[in-house]
């Protein structure tokens, strides 16, 4: 430095700046490092961050009053540079020579303005509303201006003169220029033109946060006092920030699994050209044809590698990765501050130590470490923000996956994946990729905080640490058997719960019979005996937890106890002193995380890894091929054709439809007739193309519209599952309601059409709800139409109506095309055509007539039907006419339904149901007619009546309502009361106990370092080790006995208490209950509120207990030495009470709102997956795609600020 600062300026005076009472740094090092620092950051900066800027545009902000100001305060910044540098050359000219530093560094400093004068103009035109980078660079200048800025006041005090007038001026000039920009740094500009912030109600205001802002989560005070002064609401919720969407997140991850998908698939047809591109030439084969033998296809077999499976891990790094790295960055950077406060320790107590040292030392150090503290709070709070976003971004975009493939897997792979499977898939795998992301980083973390302990240890007290290491190692082994066996036990807990769950899916579908047959006793103990081996598995886990945590919490102290056991008693010159006792004790206490945390995070990965492969294995799966219907197809005036086809359910499977050749002219009515399990669906499903094409084609011209055999109904109100997403047209739904017999229903419903539908269509009958599906498609208006057996579920005189009105020759659907799966006989001479299958092939296909004198299969098919008519019609016919004279209308539609939803299903009643339709709709029966007429006039006159009136709206599913206000005390006094008081009230003890054993071997660590300032350090050595060791072992036994108390037996046991209760009061609930309330909701109690009661609260009781009684013999300790710490901390108390009060008030709400959000987005999966072939055929994949993602979306509103409400 002196060729630049010259011999009259130093670099370094240690007596100008350390040894003295009023410290300054001497010219060089204020013109050179103080100066440089800030502009070496800037440029260092500017590469990547220009980068960064051009990849992410984020508009075009207008040139603003606050923009012009920071430009012109920069321009002048630059000629103020510059004018230094011209007054150097001035001088040299004059004679009077500088050093070369008085030329670089304003030369230096004036580049940098420039360069920051660019990016204020260059942010603006990317539309950055507030700059970190140049908030940094102007708080880096104006600190290390500070120090100029005091010796330049000192000068001029001490002096009579101010020697050099034109810097002292100029630098003045640059100090409030630069106080200045960082002021004026601190405000934003306004939002991007074009920006969706002008046009969302509602929009998250850390879009529009600045820097400051957002580094202290100061953007979040607005919603946390409107949550302390009210309970927070849903429509309090901001809306999501974009980038955190489904619809930019989803698409982002689907992207990358397609580009992997393409990758395994080129590497598998490689493969196989590499295997088959070379075959043996004829001539030379033994084997007639040039074929391989067996033996030589075995050969070519087993050197085929297993296909190369896409990775999802890969597609999932691409996506996140580089977001999360950021996180990363900033956990390196909180790693690296951690490390300085025992340094700055250390420092302080040498500083106690020297009695001539200059206060301001001890003053410097305890703001350092403040400082130090302070940047480390807000790093990692940053650092846990990132980690937490890519979390939620993570679970969005799996289940948005999850959700789109679950909407066009095959039936094959439907076979492997259940519903129950798939909901597990997006509720518990996808939240394991959410929890990992959190620790994730300590894979790296922790053995980088684990080294640098140990080398600063090493520094401290020599190889002595090599002790404290080998009992670190010791316990690795231990630790890895535990988790071994714990991942065991979780598999095992897993599988026990899936079982439970899917037996309480089973009891909430089929409730209705389970009350029928009051068998609500014997299923509770069904669920009760899963329960209970649940508990038994998590018992075991327990016992494992326990001992794993004695050894790990144990671990820092067995650590101390044995490095100063070794350190005291290897040489007696070795004394433990305050500064070697405390410092090494705050390095112990920094190896507690990391020793902690890393066989958790090994452990979350291992699970994390368990849920990789499942999500991988699900979205790898085959899905329908939408080539296989051809519907661009005109060439032929036939709107449905199948050429040659032949369909299979699965690939491996035989083919269910064989040599299908089929031709349906425009506007003709076809019939499809055989006998049960001949086909007649599985056509249906062939012309959907939902199944899988062997051979053969098949084109539709036009739409489709679909009416399934079990009619499919959303929980929606009865208009919007007739609408389907069609726009609402009064006189043609009218139109709808009347021709599908659905008018008089109306009258029944509570609220008219727009009485709300509960799950299933579970307050419809099956009459109803399959009038309602037909409906749905009469309203849709497509150009085919595709019928499977509606007749089947209604009333033999509704069944004529709906022919008459709806499908036949002179109905609504005239001149559409119809194709009819049928089992009514009655209905056939009034079709075009009639498909007869048999065994999975077409038999036969004409007319009526024409069929009938073949006399082959179709009057076969008559002959069998008519022989039960006349064995049965004259028995069915008087019951039918009895029962209608006795019931309500559609009671017969009723008690079909109830038949068909029986869990066992006797064919024979199926059958004998249909033929009461048949012989009830026989026109020729006048006792029946006349019952038919009376009923139908009274419905006309029941109609005028109910226009008099309007109907009364009733909603049937009740919104899912969140408490509000703090935690009742009746709530926790259950909690208790399942734990039991007494032994509450012990384990509180148990838990003082063990706090009070670690402050105590705190406070005889100090005694036993006050040895050294008495000279009896090797009297006491072996009294004081083993005093310590002792407290050390009370803490780890008590531990132990609190681990195995409180989480293996109270709180299981309040556990199993609840859930029986809960179990109880559902089964005892009336019918009612199950109409009004989602299964998905219902199954969110069972399944993820089961959870938190079993695992999440005992952790939570247990970290709360060691706070709140670490806390209080800390207070009582320090005010036992200090009294006067009593007048600092009270006021400190009732500072963080009001805060606590202040936030919790809002992150508690918060919590409720996520959780009552997370039900409806299983309930609509559930939904969907029922119905996806209907979805499929009428063309609303995307609709409820987008249904999904705005309900993912919701639930994300309330989980996100709940995340920064607790950073």
């Known amino acids: ?150 010796s330049k006041i000192l000068q001029a005090k001490y002096q009579s003169e101010i020697s050099d007038k034109l810097r002292f001026t100029t630098f003045y000039f640059y100090f409030s220029l630069i106080v200045a920009e960082l002021i004026l740094t601190c405000f934003n500009e306004k939002p991007p033109l074009f920006s969706n912030i002008d046009t969302d109600p509602n929009p998250c205001p850390q879009s529009t946060a600045g820097f400051l802002s957002t580094m202290t989560f100061w953007w979040f005070t607005s919603m946390a006092i409107k949550g302390y002064k009210n309970p927070l609401e849903a429509k309090d919720l901001w809306s999501l920030n974009k980038r955190d969407s489904s619809e930019v997140v989803v698409p982002k991850l689907l992207r990358e699994w397609e580009v992997e998908q393409a990758k395994a698939h080129s590497a598998v047809d490689q493969s196989t050209q590499a295997h088959f591109s070379k075959p043996p030439p004829a001539g030379e084969s033994n084997h007639v044809g040039g074929e391989s033998s067996p033996e030589e296809v075995e050969v070519l077999l087993s050197k085929q590698k297993d296909p190369k499976k896409p990775s999802f891990l890969r597609s999932l790094i691409k996506a996140f990765g580089p977001y999360f790295l950021i996180g990363s960055a900033f956990k390196l950077l909180q790693d690296l501050i951690t490390f300085v406060n025992p340094q700055l320790l250390k420092l302080l107590i040498s500083f106690t130590k020297q009695k001539g040292a200059p206060t301001w030392w001890g003053y410097a150090l305890a703001f350092l470490m403040f400082f130090a503290a302070f940047l480390q709070t807000l790093i990692l709070h940053q650092h846990f923000q990132y980690c937490f ?94 988790a071994v066996r714990t991942r065991a036990y979780q598999v095992e807990q897993m599988q026990y719960k899936d079982a439970r769950i899917k ?74 002193d305050a500064e070697k006792a405390f410092v090494s004790l705050s390095l112990f206490n920094i190896l507690r995380f990391p020793l902690n945390m890393l066989p958790q995070v090994i452990s979350s990965i291992v699970q994390a890894s368990v849920s990789l492969k499942r999500i991988q294995d699900f979205l790898s799966h085959d899905e329908l091929d939408p080539e296989s219907v051809d519907r661009t197809n005109t060439a032929t005036d036939s709107s449905v054709t199948v050429v040659n086809g032949k369909f299979t359910w699965a690939k491996q499977d035989p083919p269910a439809l064989h040599n299908i050749n089929l031709m349906v002219p425009q506007g003709s009515l076809l019939a499809v007739v055989g006998h049960v399990g001949c086909g007649k669906s599985s056509l249906v499903s062939a012309l959907l193309g939902e199944m899988e094409k062997m051979e053969g084609d098949i084109s539709i011209q036009g739409s489709v519209a679909y009416v399934p055999q079990q009619a499919w109904i959303q929980n929606a109100t009865l208009r919007d599952n007739i609408l389907f997403g069609k726009a609402y047209n009064e006189h043609k739904y009218r139109c709808c309601l009347d021709a599908c017999a659905l008018t008089q229903d109306l009258e029944v419903l509570p609220g008219g059409d727009l009485t709300e539908i509960g799950e299933k269509g579970i307050n419809l009958s099956g009459g109803q709800r399959q009038r309602v599906s037909l409906a749905r498609a009469l309203y849709n208006e497509a150009d085919v139409y595709l019928l499977d057996d509606p007749l089947s579920a209604v009333d033999a005189h509704v069944a004529k109506h709906i022919f008459d009105q709806v499908i036949g020759p002179e109905g609504a659907l005239q001149g559409k095309t119809r194709i009819l799966v049928t089992h009514g006989i009655s209905f056939l001479p009034q079709v075009d055509n009639i498909v007869v299958m048999v065994e999975g092939r077409v038999s036969e296909m004409g007319s009526y007539q024409e069929l009938l ?86 419905r006309k006159h029941a109609e005028s009546d109910s226009e008099k009136k309007l109907p009364k709206v009733e909603k049937l599913i009740q919104a899912e309502t969140a408490e509000t206000g703090r935690v009742k005390s009746k709530v926790f006094w259950e909690y208790a009361k399942a734990v039991g008081p007494l032994l509450s009230l012990f384990i509180c003890f148990l838990y003082g106990c063990q706090s009070a054993a670690s402050i105590g071997a705190n406070v005889w660590l100090s005694q036993w370092t006050n040895d050294a300032a008495q000279n009896v350090t090797q009297e006491n050595v072996s009294m004081r080790v083993g005093v310590y060791a002792a407290l050390g072992m009370a803490q780890g036994v008590l531990l132990l006995a609190n681990c195995l108390l409180s989480k293996a037996y109270s709180m299981l046991r309040a556990a199993e208490l609840m859930h029986l209760h809960m179990l109880q009061r559902l089964l005892r609930a009336p019918q009612g209950f199950f109409e009004s309330t989602p299964t998905g909701r219902v199954l969110n109690r069972f399944s993820k509120d089961v959870d938190i009661i079993d695992s999440h609260i005992p952790d939570n009781i247990d970290i709360w207990m060691r706070t709140f009684w670490y806390t209080v013999n800390v207070l009582i300790v320090c005010s036992a030495l200090t009294p006067l710490f009593l007048l600092v901390v009270v006021p400190l108390m009732v500072f963080y009470w009001w805060v606590q009060r202040f936030y919790v008030a809002t992150s508690r709400q918060l919590k409720r709102l996520e959780s009552v959000s997370r039900s409806p987005i299983y309930s609509h999966f559930s939904e969907t997956v029922t119905g996806s072939s209907v979805i499929r055929a009428y063309c609303r994949h995307d609709a409820f795609v987008l249904m999904s993602d705005m309900k993912v979306d919701e639930n994300q509103k309330s989980y996100y600020p709940g995340i920064v409400s607790n950073r």
């Open 1 to 150: 430095m002196e060729r630049l600062c010259g011999p009259k300026l130093p670099f370094w005076v240690a007596n100008q700046t350390l040894h003295t009472d009023s410290p300054d740094l001497p010219e060089c090092f204020q013109l050179s490092v103080l100066s440089w620092l800030p502009c070496v950051y800037l440029w260092l900066a500017c590469p990547p961050y220009l980068f960064y800027l051009q990849r992410n545009n984020k508009g075009y902000i207008m040139m603003s009053i606050l923009n012009r100001v920071k430009t012109v305060f920069g321009l002048v910044l630059w000629i103020v540079c510059w004018t230094d540098l011209f007054g150097t050359f001035h001088e040299l000219q004059q004679g009077d020579s500088k050093p070369p530093i008085y030329f670089v560094t304003p030369l230096v400093v004036g580049m940098t303005m420039l360069l920051a004068l660019f990016l204020i103009q260059f942010e603006r035109l990317r539309g950055v509303q507030s700059s970190g980078i140049l908030f940094i660079f102007w708080f880096l200048s104006v600190l290390c201006a500070i120090v100029p800025f005091r």
């Open 389 to 482: 976003v890519t979390g939620m971004r993570l679970r969005t975009s799996i289940i948005g996956a999850i959700y789109r493939k679950s909407l066009i897997i095959t039936n094959a792979a439907k076979r492997t994946s259940t519903v129950g499977e798939i909901v597990n898939l997006m509720s518990v795998d996808a939240q394991r990729f959410m929890d990992l992301t959190t620790f994730l980083n300590m894979l790296w973390s922790a053995p980088l905080q684990i080294i640098l302990a140990l080398y600063f240890l090493w520094q401290n007290l020599g190889p002595s640490v090599l002790a404290g290491v080998a009992v670190m190692i010791l316990l690795i082994p231990l630790n890895a058997a535990i």
């Open 503 to 576: 037996l309480m899916n089973e009891i909430l579908n089929g409730i209705k019979v389970l009350k029928l047959y009051a068998w609500e006793s014997s299923f509770k103990e069904k669920v009760l005996e899963i329960r209970q081996k649940e508990l038994n598995v998590l018992r075991k886990t327990a016992y494992l937890g326990a001992l794993s945590t004695m050894a790990w919490t144990s671990a820092p102290f067995l650590v101390a106890l044995t490095t100063f056991a070794v350190y005291v008693t290897v040489d007696k010159n070795n004394i433990l």
């Open 853 to 938: 004198k073949q006399n082959g299969a179709f009057a076969e098919f008559l002959r069998n039907y008519s022989l039960e008519d006349i064995i049965e019609e004259d028995e069915a016919t008087e019951a039918l006419i009895d029962e209608e004279e006795n019931f309500p209308d559609d009671a017969l539609s009723n008690h079909t339904d109830m038949v068909d939803n029986e869990p066992v299903v006797n064919e024979a009643k199926r059958q004998f149901i249909r033929q009461i339709s048949i012989i009830s709709g026989d026109l020729e029966n006048p006792k029946s007619r006349s019952v038919r007429k009376r009923l139908c006039s009274e």
